[in-house]
């Protein structure tokens, strides 16, 4: 029997143009700013509109030091990003999902994640599952604060 996929969303709505929000939240080298634990982001392969990436964060509480590559299609058009885990470490897969849509008060990022961790994985689905509801909404206010303070000082309201 296979089990039912874990799955978390999270959303933030940023005060900025549609524009700005897609390129800085997709400009992969200005990751480590917007992720406390990434120490690099490497892009290994860029075709087009889709780009294969080594992450590697700082070690973690036991010194551990985990990395991965990833696979990203974006469709600027659509407003989405679609991600996959190439190595996937301690997780049968990891799909990410990320939406951006216009509201009258900016614009609505969401990241979706739909993942199963292996059996022997160290951390459980619901372990897993706790982390990224813990840790996205930190990463997505940095994320917000620094394209708003951008927007700000390129888009000046006047």
Same mark, same amino acid.
């Given at each position: 029997?296979?089990?039912?996929?874990? *799955?978390?969303? !999270?959303?933030?709505?940023?005060?900025?143009?549609?524009?700005?929000? $897609?390129?800085?939240? &997709?400009?992969?080298?200005?990751?480590?700013?917007?992720?406390?634990?990434?120490?690099?982001?490497?892009?290994?392969?860029?075709?087009?509109?889709?780009?294969?990436?080594?992450?590697?964060?700082? =070690?973690?509480?036991?010194? @551990?030091?985990?990395? $991965?590559?990833? +696979?990203?299609?974006?469709?600027?058009?659509?407003? +989405?990003? *679609?991600? *996959?885990?190439?190595?996937?470490?301690?997780? +049968?897969?990891? !799909?990410?999902?990320?939406?951006?849509? +216009?509201?009258?008060?900016?614009?609505?990022?969401? $990241? @979706? &994640?739909?993942?199963?961790?292996?059996?022997?994985?160290?951390?459980?689905?619901?372990?897993?599952?706790? &982390?990224? !509801?813990?840790?996205? =909404?930190?990463?997505?206010?940095?994320?917000?604060?620094?394209?708003?303070?951008?927007?700000?000082?390129?888009?000046?309201?006047?």
């Amino acid at each position: 029997m296979t089990a039912v996929p874990s *799955r978390t969303e !999270n959303s933030i709505v940023i005060d900025a143009p549609y524009d700005l929000v $897609w390129e800085m939240t &997709n400009d992969l080298g200005a990751w480590t700013g917007f992720f406390p634990k990434y120490a690099s982001v490497e892009v290994l392969e860029r075709e087009e509109d889709t780009v294969r990436f080594r992450i590697t964060k700082f =070690p973690d509480e036991q010194g @551990r030091v985990w990395s $991965w590559v990833s +696979e990203r299609v974006m469709d600027r058009a659509r407003g +989405e990003v *679609r991600a *996959r885990r190439v190595e996937t470490g301690a997780f +049968e897969f990891i !799909n990410l999902h990320w939406t951006y849509e +216009e509201v009258p008060s900016g614009i609505l990022m969401t $990241w @979706r &994640n739909e993942f199963t961790m292996k059996p022997d994985s160290p951390l459980s689905d619901e372990q897993i599952t706790a &982390n990224i !509801n813990r840790e996205a =909404p930190v990463e997505m206010g940095l994320i917000k604060d620094k394209i708003e303070a951008r927007a700000r000082a390129e888009y000046p309201v006047g």
